[in-house]
Structure formats: structure tokens, C-alpha cells
T-cell receptor, first 114, second 110 residues
Framework: KAGVTQTPRYLIKTRGQQVTLSCSPI?????VSWYQQTPGQGLQFLFEYFSETQRNKGNFPGRFSGRQFSNSRSEMNVSTLELGDSALYLC?????????????FGPGTRLTVL | DAKTTQPTSMDCAEGRAANLPCNHSTISGNEYVYWYRQIHSQGPQYIIH???NNETNEMASLIITEDRKSSTLILPHATLRDTAVYYC???????????FGSGTKLNVKP
């Protein structure tokens, strides 16, 4: 079955702009998590959505937001972009139920802020 | 906030077993240990996970010590394609909030 897809794969923006990234989970998965990866900070958890509700949140400013639709697809938005927001943004999907479960990651969106 | 400690890098000869250690001394009783790897800025790839028993799948084996304070990922016959950063993760509660540490850069050499 198809894996996690993310669009766009690459994006260039300028400071002050906003950006929306999209993630389509594996069919049947109800949980979508977002991560930011930078050379300095590594992989950091942004937030998780399950059944259209934010279930977990990392330590990022309010400029980072997300949502999930009824078909489990998710979007994340970053407003008022800063140079430090340049990163690889990864989403991961899973069934989202209690107990152990693997997260499957997408290829990521490479965001460059100029 | 990462709750795991891993060596920064390791070398392994092609065809030999790669043993990657991880320390998670503060792990709680209901927390699982997960291993992922990331090849050159691709999305992390799931490898294996376990709670207290040793686990094996087609990719690797996971050995967890009896006190659960550490674990070892074993790639039985490493190939050049196994060169990657390997992350050991302790899953926080039942939700998908993974703390990735710095990982171990495994260099498989011919």
C-alpha cells in the first residue's frame, strides 16, 4: 500500500511569509505527527493529531500550527517565517491507538527561508 | 528531553554484525524501546521495537537487558546500504510523541 506522502517536497520562502505543508497518511491511519529536523537541534516533535484533534504538542511557538481533516490528511502552517525555520519537516502516520505501534515517516518537505 | 544515550558514531565491516548500544536508564515500566534509522535526510525508517523481551524481525534483532536500562540493536550482516544514523527512542506514554536523540552514525565499510 502507498506510504506517507508529503507535498511539496521543496519550498523556498522569505522571512515574514507564511507556509502550509501537507501530509497524507497511510490509508487507515488516524494519527499524524509532525517533526522538524535541523542540523543543530536534530529531530524535534512538533505536534500530533488524532481524529482531527491535537493530542500532543511539543515546545514550539504559536507560529507553528496544524490541523487534521476528516480523511486524516494533515496540514501544518508556519506564520511569520524566520531564518531559523529552515529545516526538513517530516510527518509520520500510525494507527494511533493505545499500546505499541510503529510510526511511518514520509520523505519530508525541505523548507528554505531566505 | 531525549531519554536515551547512544555513541556518536561506529564503524562496521561489511558482512559483519553491527551491534549498536543504547542506554535508557530512566525508562518506565510501560515504555517501549524503538529503533529507527535515517539514511541521508530521508524520512526515518522503522526497524524494530520491544518492551522487555528480545525481538527479531527480518531487519534486525533487539536485545533488552533484564533491568531494561539498556538495549542493543543487532544488524546480523551489515551491508553498505545500512550506513545511516540509527536512533534509539523511548516512547513516552501511549501517544506518538517520540524524542529523538542524536543517534549513532553507523559507517559500514567494504
Amino acid at each position: 500500500k502507498a506510504g506517507v506522502t508529503q507535498t511539496p517536497r521543496y519550498l523556498i520562502k522569505t522571512r515574514g511569509q507564511q507556509v502550509t505543508l501537507s501530509c497524507s497518511p497511510i490509508s487507515g491511519h488516524r494519527s499524524v505527527s509532525w517533526y522538524q529536523q535541523t542540523p543543530g537541534q536534530g529531530l524535534q516533535f512538533l505536534f500530533e493529531y488524532f481524529s482531527e484533534t491535537q493530542r500532543n504538542k511539543g515546545n514550539f511557538p504559536g507560529r507553528f500550527s496544524g490541523r487534521q481533516f476528516s480523511n486524516s490528511r494533515s496540514e501544518m502552517n508556519v506564520s511569520t517565517l524566520e531564518l531559523g525555520d529552515s529545516a526538513l519537516y517530516l510527518c509520520a502516520s500510525s494507527w494511533g491507538l493505545a499500546g505499541p505501534g510503529e510510526q511511518y515517516f514520509g520523505p519530508g518537505t525541505r523548507l528554505t527561508v531566505l | 528531553d531525549a531519554k536515551t544515550t547512544q555513541p556518536t558514531s561506529m564503524d562496521c565491516a561489511e558482512g559483519r554484525a553491527a551491534n549498536l548500544p543504547c542506554n535508557h536508564s530512566t525508562i518506565s515500566g510501560n515504555e517501549y524501546v524503538y529503533w529507527y534509522r535515517q539514511i541521508h535526510s530521508q524520512g526515518p525508517q522503522y526497524i524494530i521495537h520491544g518492551l522487555k523481551n528480545n525481538e527479531t524481525n527480518e531487519m534486525a534483532s533487539l536485545i533488552i537487558t533484564e533491568d531494561r536500562k539498556s538495549s542493543t540493536l543487532i544488524l546480523p550482516h551489515a551491508t553498505l546500504r545500512d550506513t545511516a544514523v540509527y536512533y534509539c527512542i523511548v516512547r513516552v506514554d501511549n501517544f506518538n510523541k517520540f524524542y529523538f536523540g542524536s543517534g549513532t552514525k553507523l559507517n559500514v565499510k567494504p
